[in-house]
């Protein structure tokens, strides 16, 4: 890295420790919208108490079962789906919830693989409520009767799309639910018919299909995981992020595209196929109950309202936040990935795509990463070129550049004139070096964003010890745990730390001191800030370093013609 590009890398240094802040300044997520905005009491809640609904159900539902049976009889059922892609508990409750969600490709660090149902936390999702006309909040969370005879317990195989029907009666009013399962996405169909008490019990001619408790942490880096932590509405294609403030709710009537809550890796989203006709977002304070083992992230509820007076149908994706899966889905749910702002959002996207597309012929995403920095350094090489270039012509004038600055020390007028006669008459562009490296900041963004926030390198292994390039590669754990720099000691970052202080050394002046100062300063403070970042990042930065060294040893030889006519003149 040449010292713009340090430069600009310290400006983000800023920015990360501003934390967490930062990623509203990078851009990583829509900013929020102005849509109403109501103060609710949080809902009490008893010490070691599962997480509460946020919309208020505390009216004990009148819920009856069809048929002859009565309700004391009516026994919760839970079946285990096994798919190709995860294993699904789904309970009778509520005429279909989910107790877990483990998703088999992806492991958490002590083996077990992703789960991201916890009764505790969010075992109220996918229930239908509504508000009776008497005014009353209901929430139908006792169990319904499951049409086909699995015993509680049993496991079924996914082959095909798989469909579990529930029912049961409001008053006498009988009511319907099914959930449709598929063993080759992260998709679940939820139908739902509660016309034969549309007239007579619900107001406003409305329910709502619920998911309370977001999804749980599953990242050992509790700190950066909670700045991902969001909820998001969109309504129109316009998509309003929550600010995540405890007891506020962002609520808007009309057609809503869809509600989605997502941690640093996962997401749930409610995506309706029925017109729906509202939408709601609430936040609640996670620090006193810890319950999703992130106290640092906030407890996010979703709701999305449906007519009572006809079938209602909706999509529900819980899964890896995977670009192409998101965007198959066809309602701009990408763009809840972090990927940048506009401007840097294509370029990420184009960095994201090429990295897959690598990794189908090189099945190991360290190796990619190497042949991805060969890459973008020959794409950039007539840029970096130019700029190294100018780099070592103003290098070759420094000695003339200090003696005018003796000679005018107490007449900064002349110095500037005198100074800027030299390089006209010598044929060098001070600003030279500056347009090559503005050119690469969005490149250089867009990859910071990449390989921090992207599922693709979680648990991926590369080589030696390093096992994950998504986590720092820690080699010696500390018995204490530093302000910015962390608990371990990282190898990467020293050799990104060591090649950079070759790399700038290159660059700068041997005459000007502060410059070099600068230099050590920069090599120390980069090795403190990127200990706790992605070895894939580290790796990465390294290898592009390590390119840029012999770049500039063997490419950009002082002989080249723009120092060549600086020497002759």
Request: charged share 15%.
């Amino acid at each position: 890295m040449d010292r713009k590009t340090v430069s600009a890398f310290f400006l983000i240094a800023l920015i990360l420790m501003a934390m967490p802040y930062y990623y509203e300044f990078l851009g990583l997520a829509p900013p929020p919208k102005e849509l109403p905005v109501q103060q609710k009491k949080p809902a009490a809640q008893a010490p070691q108490k599962a997480h509460s609904s946020a919309l208020s159900y505390d009216k004990p539902t009148q819920v009856e079962p069809v048929g002859e049976t009565s309700l004391s009889e009516v026994k919760e059922v839970i079946v285990f789906l096994d798919s190709p892609l995860y294993t699904a508990g789904v309970s009778s409750r509520g005429g279909g919830s989910l107790v877990s969600f483990l998703l088999k490709q992806y492991p958490l660090d002590d083996s077990a693989t992703v789960n991201l149902i916890l009764q505790e936390m969010n075992g109220d999702n996918l229930l239908l409520a509504f508000r009776e006309i008497s005014g009353d909040n209901v929430l139908l969370d006792q169990p319904w009767n499951m049409s086909a005879s699995y015993a509680h317990g049993d496991t079924v195989s996914i082959d095909s799309d798989l469909s579990l029907h529930f029912s049961s009666s409001v008053s006498g009013h009988s009511i319907n639910k099914s959930l449709t399962f598929y063993p080759d996405n992260y998709t679940i169909t939820v139908s739902a018919d509660l016309q034969s008490m549309s007239d007579d019990i619900i107001s406003q001619d409305r329910f709502n299909l619920i998911w309370n408790g977001g999804i749980p942490s599953t990242e050992p880096n509790k700190h950066d995981e909670a700045s991902f932590f969001s909820a998001n509405l969109s309504q129109g294609q316009e998509v309003t992020k929550h600010g995540g403030k405890s007891g506020n709710t962002v609520s808007s009537s009309g057609r809503t595209d869809w509600t989605a809550v997502r941690s640093k890796y996962f997401t749930a989203a409610i995506i309706p196929i029925s017109n729906s006709n509202y939408g709601e977002i609430h936040a609640e304070d996670n620090r006193s109950l810890d319950l999703n083992g992130n106290s640092k992230a906030p407890l996010y509820d979703m709701a999305v309202g449906f007519s009572s007076s006809a079938p209602a149908q909706a999509v529900v994706y819980l899964g890896p936040l995977q670009y192409n899966k998101l965007k198959d889905l066809g309602v701009g749910l990408e763009n809840t990935m972090s990927l940048g702002i506009a401007p840097i959002r294509f370029i990420s996207r184009t960095v994201l795509f090429s990295l897959v597309a690598l990794y189908r012929v090189v099945p190991n995403y360290g190796i990619v990463l190497i042949i991805f920095s060969i890459i973008v350094k020959l794409l950039v090489y007539p840029l970096t070129k130019k700029s190294y270039q100018s780099m070592k012509a103003m290098q070759v004038l420094q000695p003339e550049v200090m003696g005018l600055r003796e000679k005018y020390k107490s007449d900064p007028q002349k110095l500037n004139q005198a100074t800027m006669k030299l390089y006209k008459e010598r044929g060098v562009n001070p600003l030279g070096g500056c347009l090559p490296m503005l050119l690469q900041m969005p490149l250089l963004f867009a990859l910071f964003i990449v390989f921090r926030s992207t599922i693709e390198l979680r648990g991926a292994p590369f080589t030696l010890w390093i096992n994950d390039l998504s986590q720092p590669d820690g080699l010696i754990p500390l018995p204490f745990s530093l302000p910015l720099y962390g608990d371990q000691i990282s190898l990467l970052p020293l050799l990104m730390g060591a090649s950079m202080f070759v790399q700038q050394k290159m660059t700068t002046s041997p005459v000007n001191p502060q410059q070099k100062m600068m230099t050590q300063f920069m090599s120390v403070f980069f090795v403190i800030l990127f200990n706790q970042f992605p070895s894939g990042l580290n790796l990465y930065y390294t290898l592009f370093n390590v390119l840029t060294i012999v770049q500039q040893k063997y490419f950009v030889h002082p002989t080249d013609s723009s120092v060549a006519a600086v020497k002759r003149s």
